[in-house]
């Protein structure tokens, strides 16, 4: 069974930056013709995409937060993991690590900011 | 960026047939835009209903069905259940980044 599990701090401080990882099990994120995503929620509101990296290693990012965001991977751990800098309380949410095609999501990890 | 568009809100009878949309700013929605719908429970993480326009998954409920009407994605919902009420989002890819609708309140009542 697949599991996608997101982990990180909770709480970032104004002007830091945001780090999450994706910790795959049941699966490999650099095996088949396959997209890795971060996806986020914040209270109220609807889904927004951040980003994401193919098994081949290519990333794409939203137009609106691409000078801030790094989707990056480490195949030896079977994890992925995104860093956003500059945070401000804008990017209080819940953090979504998807595998989009098949349905996959993590639980989700909340992530204030807040000094 | 572009915008995807859905209803806010909208409301059926238990056992009623409703039509949720997904439209872009960009134009018509075609299969090349691989649609996905989602639905969301208070508190819970979002559930993929329909991917690729009309592909269900294996835990995919048969009364959801995904289509295209009058230029946008739609997903339809017959035989609604008062468990259905939830919150739907719908996502187009749009040449490059995922694009998210702003998501649809859907009351079963």
């Known amino acids: 069974q697949v599991q996608l599990q997101e982990s990180g701090p909770g709480l970032v401080e104004p002007s830091q930056t945001l780090s999450l990882t994706c910790t795959v099990s049941?699966?490999?994120?650099?095996?088949?013709?396959?997209?890795w995503s971060w996806i986020r929620q914040p209270a109220g509101k609807g889904l927004e995409y951040i980003g994401r990296?193919?098994?081949?290693?290519?990333?794409n990012y939203n137009p609106s937060l691409q000078s801030r965001v790094t989707i990056s991977r480490d195949t030896s751990k079977n994890q992925f993991s995104l860093r956003l800098s500059s945070v401000t309380d804008a990017d209080t949410a819940v953090y979504y690590c998807?595998?989009?095609?098949?349905?996959?999501w993590g639980q989700g990890t909340l992530v204030t900011v807040s000094s | 960026q572009a915008v995807v568009t859905q209803e806010p809100s909208l409301t059926v009878s238990p056992g009623g047939t409703v039509t949720l949309t997904c439209g872009s700013s960009?134009?018509?929605?075609?299969?090349?835009?691989?649609p996905y719908w989602f639905q969301q429970k208070p508190g819970q993480a979002p559930t993929t209903l329909i991917y690729?326009?009309?592909n269900r998954h294996s835990w995919t409920p048969a009364r959801f069905s995904g289509s295209l009407l009058g230029g946008k994605a739609a997903l339809t919902l017959s035989g609604a259940q008062p468990e259905d009420e939830a919150e739907y989002h719908c996502?187009?890819?749009?040449?490059?980044?995922?694009?998210f609708g702003g998501g649809t309140k859907l009351t079963v009542l």
């Open positions: 998807v595998k989009m095609c098949c349905g996959l």
């Open positions: 049941g699966d490999s994120i650099n095996s088949g013709d396959y997209h």
């Open positions: 990296i193919h098994t081949s290693g290519s990333t």
């Open positions: 960009t134009g018509a929605v075609t299969s090349g835009h691989y």
């Open positions: 690729n326009t009309n």
């Open positions: 996502f187009l890819s749009l040449g490059g980044p995922w694009v």
